[in-house]
């Protein structure tokens, strides 16, 4: 979780997939139980791997961090 809460915030998955500032159980979005299922997976996702892990990686095996038409 490291990543997104350093990239995105730590509410960027609290909150609505469809960006609605009222959904929940009771008040759904079209996406709500999809959304609920998909987020626990890609939490662990994250949550599996730091910062480090994965700068190392990126040097070991010359994986990239940017779109190749980005200029940076």
């Keep these: 979780m490291q990543i997104i809460e350093t990239l995105e915030g730590e509410n960027f998955f609290r909150g609505c997939v ?6 929940s159980g009771k008040n759904p979005c079209a996406l709500h139980d999809h959304w609920a299922k998909v987020r626990q997976d890609i939490m662990d996702m994250f949550s599996s791997e730091n ?11 010359h994986l990239r961090i940017m779109d190749s038409g980005s200029k940076a």
């Design 18 to 23: 469809l960006g609605f500032a009222t959904c």
């Design 51 to 61: 910062l480090e892990e994965i700068a190392a990686r990126i040097g070991d095996k």
